[in-house]
């Protein structure tokens, strides 16, 4: 996993081994909500690893897969790309609401 391997450089320019000229404070790493959600177990635990190193992290593609709120709060990413698709979505959803705000104010006045 290409992950390992900048934790493999990080590791090393912490104990002085090696002088990087990329500050990880500059660094962002995009990882798909489709990869977190199949590697969790692995997952999580190199999120935490690089954000102990400064590096930002994103979910790109949110909105393609589970799209969980808990997963947000889990994995505590910095940065979330929201999937173009789940935008379309979300849009018909708040068109709708209105009637069904009437609806259930109707429904309401009925009972």
Same mark, same amino acid.
């Given at each position: 996993?290409?992950?390992?391997?900048?934790?493999?450089?990080?590791?090393?320019?912490?104990?002085?081994?090696?002088?990087?000229?990329?500050?990880?404070?500059?660094?962002? #790493?995009?990882?798909?909500?489709?990869?977190?959600?199949?590697?969790?177990?692995?997952? !999580? =635990?190199?999120?935490?690893? +690089?954000?102990?190193?400064g590096i930002a992290i994103a979910i790109d593609d949110f909105g393609t897969g589970y799209s969980s709120i808990g997963y947000l709060k889990k994995f505590k990413v910095d940065y979330i790309k #929201?999937?173009?698709?789940?935008?379309?979505?979300?849009?018909?959803?708040?068109?709708? !609401? =209105?009637?069904?705000?009437? +609806?259930?104010?109707?429904?309401?006045?009925?009972?």
């Amino acid at each position: 996993m290409g992950i390992s391997m900048i934790l493999h450089f990080f590791h090393n320019e912490t104990k002085g081994r090696s002088r990087g000229s990329i500050s990880p404070r500059l660094m962002e #790493i995009e990882i798909t909500e489709d990869s977190l959600i199949k590697n969790e177990g692995s997952a !999580l =635990p190199t999120i935490h690893k +690089l954000r102990d190193f400064g590096i930002a992290i994103a979910i790109d593609d949110f909105g393609t897969g589970y799209s969980s709120i808990g997963y947000l709060k889990k994995f505590k990413v910095d940065y979330i790309k #929201i999937d173009r698709s789940f935008i379309k979505i979300f849009m018909k959803i708040m068109r709708i !609401l =209105p009637s069904f705000n009437r +609806l259930f104010y109707w429904l309401k006045v009925l009972a």
